[in-house]
């Protein structure tokens, strides 16, 4: 009971949410399944109707799935993004009352006692969820009940609307799967001969508790209403901003400053307190004349320290026109990411700090996605050793692991002149003639064979470290399949 009200709740189950929310972008005609990895292999994770009619199933091998619907249509799955939505529809829900939780990976929990009244009964405020979702594309399956766990069996195996204080009359020919219990308890119950919620109702409380535990009661006892179930709401995210309201207007850069960090200090606190730090800032001055003029600031690393974030809004300040003076300042985070708290040691980090204060102010010129830097790759050949990333979403590596040293240029081959599988001793290079010193080598470096690439089609290499007299230190390489000469790289 809720304050004299009969408690009432609804159960909302997406049996194809995943797939729904595909296909509500990209609408297809026949069968679709979405797939995902599971148990080393590619099995069918949703699907919509139209495969479901062809006999295929959930986890489903897609090998067999693409034997029994030649035409069929697939995608990979993404559960994180499911969540996300389902997220989206617990906002959406909270039109018909303010307690909205999740229930597992594809349904909601809603608490509507007191508001049904309010969109003409539960009939109707249910036939408006689901006309509103099948607009939206979205298969729902409703129940309503006195309790949460009725509500849940209901829309999961019956979908309906059960009578006030008659959920034993409503689940009782419901099968025992029906209680929210594992499919092994299911099974193990079926073979004692108790199939329905009904049959289970009837039996021995005691043998029951000794054999399956207390789950099974404590389930059957939350579903009739003899046991309370908390029904959770989403908590709201937290929303990092902060606003000051001046009374008299400011236009000199030092007091727009002077504002900023007012407004940085309790935004970083409650980064803090949140263990998140800011990769986007967005400060909106509003001037006495109503207009608005925004200064953006993106960081290379995640940061909720004031005093180093305060100096790099430094230069988007500057260009700001405060007109006839600026009288609210708000600053917000329009980007986080987790950065925990970290133990504190006696080696100093102000070099690596420094380094990405400097990434971030470059990136307020020429955009943070232009400043990149080399990190190694996991490939022996030497133009796959090395991948360009954006420094402001990578880390720098210790070096490359490589058992040979490497030349810290390298370009395409350039052929030269020579016979034989030694060094030539003279030979023409960029028109350069070069008379070789010192030669160390051969190391032999083999193409991968998984991968295609024209420039390593002649087969394997013998590379050699060569100095000439003239004071060129070069990497040459030799090809014995179709012999000849190349020059690959120049040590410094």
Same mark, same amino acid.
């Given at each position: 009971?809720?304050?004299?009200?009969?408690?009432?709740?609804v159960?909302?189950?997406?049996?194809?949410?995943?797939?729904?929310?595909?296909?509500?972008?990209?609408?297809?005609?026949?069968?679709?399944?979405?797939?995902?990895?599971?148990?080393?292999?590619?099995?069918?994770?949703?699907?919509?109707?139209?495969?479901?009619?062809?006999?295929?199933?959930?986890?489903?091998?897609f090998g067999?799935?693409?034997?029994?619907c030649?035409?069929?249509?697939?995608?990979?799955?993404?559960?994180?993004?499911?969540?996300?939505?389902?997220?989206?529809?617990?906002r959406w829900?909270?039109?018909?009352?303010?307690?909205?939780?999740?229930?597992?990976?594809?349904?909601?929990?809603?608490?509507?006692?007191?508001?049904?009244?309010?969109?003409?009964?539960?009939?109707?405020m249910?036939?408006?969820?689901?006309?509103?979702?099948?607009?939206?594309?979205?298969?729902?399956?409703?129940?309503?009940a006195?309790?949460?766990?009725?509500?849940?069996?209901?829309?999961?195996?019956?979908?309906?609307?059960?009578p006030?204080d008659?959920?034993?009359?409503?689940?009782?020919?419901?099968?025992?799967?029906?209680?929210?219990?594992?499919?092994?308890?299911?099974?193990?119950? =079926?073979?004692?001969? &108790? #199939?329905?919620?009904?049959? !289970?109702?009837? +039996?021995? %409380?005691?043998?029951?508790?000794?054999?399956? @535990?207390?789950?099974?009661?404590?389930?059957?006892?939350?579903?009739?209403g003899?046991?309370?179930?908390?029904?959770?709401?989403?908590?709201?995210?937290?929303?990092?901003?902060?606003?000051?309201?001046?009374?008299?207007?400011?236009?000199?850069?030092?007091?727009?400053?002077?504002?900023?960090?007012?407004?940085?200090n309790?935004?970083?606190?409650?980064?803090?307190?949140?263990?998140?730090?800011?990769?986007?800032?967005?400060?909106?001055?509003?001037?006495?004349?109503?207009?608005? =003029?925004?200064v953006? &600031? #993106?960081?290379?690393?995640? !940061?909720?320290? +004031?005093? %180093?974030?305060?100096?790099?809004?430094?230069? @988007?300040l500057?260009?700001?026109?405060?007109?006839?003076?600026?009288?609210?300042?708000?600053?917000?985070?329009?980007?986080?990411?987790?950065?925990?708290?970290?133990?504190?040691?006696?080696?100093?980090?102000?070099?690596?700090?420094?380094?990405?204060?400097?990434?971030?102010?470059?990136?307020?010129?020429?955009?943070?996605?232009?400043?990149?830097?080399?990190?190694?790759?996991?490939?022996?050949?030497?133009?796959?050793?090395?991948?360009?990333?954006?420094?402001?979403?990578?880390?720098?590596?210790?070096?490359?692991?490589?058992?040979?040293?490497?030349?810290?240029c390298?370009?395409?081959?350039?052929?030269?002149?020579?016979?034989?599988?030694?060094?030539?001793?003279?030979?023409?290079?960029?028109?350069?003639s070069?008379?070789?010193?010192?030669?160390?080598?051969?190391?032999?470096?083999?193409?991968?064979?998984?991968?295609?690439?024209?420039?390593?089609?002649?087969?394997?290499?013998?590379?050699?470290?060569?100095?000439?007299?003239?004071?060129?230190?070069?990497?040459?390489?030799?090809?014995?399949?179709?012999?000849?000469?190349?020059?690959?790289?120049?040590?410094a």
């Open positions: 009971m809720f304050d004299g009200i009969q408690r009432r709740v159960s909302l189950w997406f049996p194809r949410l995943a797939s729904d929310r595909v296909l509500r972008r990209c609408p297809v005609d026949g069968p679709f399944v979405l797939t995902l990895n599971q148990k080393n292999a590619n099995r069918i994770y949703c699907l919509n109707e139209s495969a479901t009619e062809r006999g295929l199933h959930q986890s489903m091998a067999d799935a693409r034997v029994f030649p035409d069929l249509r697939s995608q990979i799955a993404e559960p994180e993004r499911d969540q996300q939505f389902l997220h989206l529809l617990s829900a909270t039109r018909y009352c303010p307690w909205v939780g999740l229930e597992g990976k594809d349904g909601l929990v809603m608490d509507i006692t007191g508001s049904a009244h309010l969109f003409g009964g539960e009939d109707a249910l036939a408006q969820m689901r006309r509103r979702l099948w607009r939206a594309g979205l298969s729902v399956r409703i129940g309503c006195d309790t949460r766990g009725a509500a849940w069996a209901l829309a999961h195996f019956g979908e309906g609307i059960a006030r008659q959920s034993l009359a409503a689940l009782k020919a419901l099968p025992v799967a029906a209680l929210r219990i594992d499919e092994k308890m299911s099974t193990a119950l =079926q073979r004692l001969g &108790l #199939r329905s919620i009904g049959d !289970l109702a009837q +039996a021995a %409380r005691a043998p029951l508790n000794r054999r399956f @535990g207390p789950v099974l009661l404590q389930r059957l006892d939350q579903a009739l003899d046991l309370p179930e908390v029904i959770s709401p989403q908590a709201d995210p937290p929303h990092y901003a902060v606003r000051m309201t001046l009374p008299e207007p400011i236009g000199l850069l030092a007091d727009v400053m002077t504002g900023t960090e007012r407004l940085l309790p935004l970083c606190s409650k980064l803090k307190t949140q263990e998140m730090g800011a990769r986007q800032l967005r400060l909106t001055l509003r001037r006495v004349d109503q207009d608005q =003029q925004q953006e &600031l #993106r960081l290379a690393r995640p !940061l909720r320290d +004031a005093t %180093r974030i305060l100096p790099l809004f430094a230069r @988007g500057a260009e700001v026109d405060a007109g006839f003076g600026i009288d609210m300042l708000r600053l917000e985070a329009t980007q986080v990411e987790s950065l925990p708290a970290q133990q504190i040691n006696h080696v100093s980090e102000g070099g690596a700090d420094k380094l990405d204060d400097l990434i971030s102010r470059l990136g307020t010129r020429i955009r943070l996605e232009n400043i990149q830097r080399f990190l190694p790759a996991d490939s022996h050949i030497p133009e796959r050793s090395f991948i360009v990333a954006p420094a402001a979403y990578s880390t720098p590596a210790s070096g490359w692991n490589s058992p040979q040293p490497r030349p810290i390298l370009f395409p081959p350039e052929p030269i002149a020579g016979t034989g599988a030694t060094p030539p001793a003279h030979f023409r290079w960029r028109r350069m070069l008379t070789s010193g010192r030669a160390t080598g051969p190391e032999r470096i083999t193409p991968e064979w998984w991968l295609e690439d024209d420039n390593w089609r002649s087969g394997l290499r013998d590379y050699w470290r060569v100095e000439t007299t003239q004071g060129r230190r070069l990497w040459l390489f030799y090809t014995p399949q179709n012999p000849g000469w190349f020059v690959q790289g120049e040590f």
